[in-house]
């Protein structure tokens, strides 16, 4: 497993890789990856840190698991790559979208140009193996991407924390409220949505002008 990320976590998570746990999972990640098909492609595991360095990292956006599909994950929570049509949670996005900002919805699901921002799509658990949703949960991931948060919520000020759904909700015991600004609303898949808890949480124009305050260029979503 390549964990050769940007030169700016790299620094950071150091002390992480050397961690028995992290070595474990390591080792479990190359079995599975050796026995079964997974997903994102190895190349692809730590996209989200390649694209969107801890210098530059303005916003955080966290996922579960990744898409288990043929073709879809490629690093980055709820983002898929060109070419692939978009899934019913990140249609629902778009729509807010649309409705926040007047932005039409764009002709790919692919959200590196947010990552590239200074957006850390950062799922909880990176990999998973196809057609098995939460197949590699529990092996070390978690406790690796809530040392990620946590380091985030020591190191920097006044990051703006989207957490949609229960899941992403709880990583908010995690963060320092005083530091940073944590938006929390329902989770953008249908079922969620359809209940009422997820359009008009206006979190992307909300999100801009708390960087707007910050003197920080937004983010063109």
């Not at 530059?56 to 060109?82: E, M, R, T, W």
């Not at 938006?183 to 708390?210: E, I």
């Amino acid at each position: 497993m390549n964990v050769d990320i940007h030169p700016s976590w790299k620094a950071l998570l150091a002390e992480e890789f050397d961690k028995p746990y992290f070595k474990d999972l390591v080792d479990f990640v190359k079995t599975e990856y050796t026995q079964h098909t997974c997903y994102p492609k190895g190349k692809d595991i730590f996209k989200a840190f390649d694209l969107c360095s801890f210098d530059d990292l303005k916003v955080v956006i966290i996922g579960q698991d990744p898409y288990h599909g043929p073709g879809q994950a490629h690093g980055l929570c709820f983002s898929v790559p060109n070419g692939v049509a978009p899934p019913p949670s990140l249609i629902n996005i778009y729509k807010e979208l649309e409705t926040d900002l007047s932005i039409s919805a764009p002709a790919n699901g692919n959200l590196e140009r947010w990552a590239e921002q200074g957006v850390l799509l950062l799922n909880a658990t990176l990999t998973v193996r196809a057609h098995q949703a939460g197949s590699h949960q529990g092996k070390g991931w978690e406790q690796f991407t809530d040392r990620v948060i946590e380091l985030i919520s020591e190191q920097k000020e006044n990051v703006v924390f989207l957490l949609w759904g229960g899941f992403a909700k709880k990583k908010a015991a995690k963060l320092n409220k005083q530091k940073h600004h944590i938006l929390t609303s329902g989770h953008p898949s249908p079922l969620s949505a359809n209940r009422g808890y997820w359009f008009g949480n206006q979190h992307f124009s909300k999100t801009n002008a708390l960087l707007q305050q910050q003197g920080l260029v937004p983010i063109q979503w």
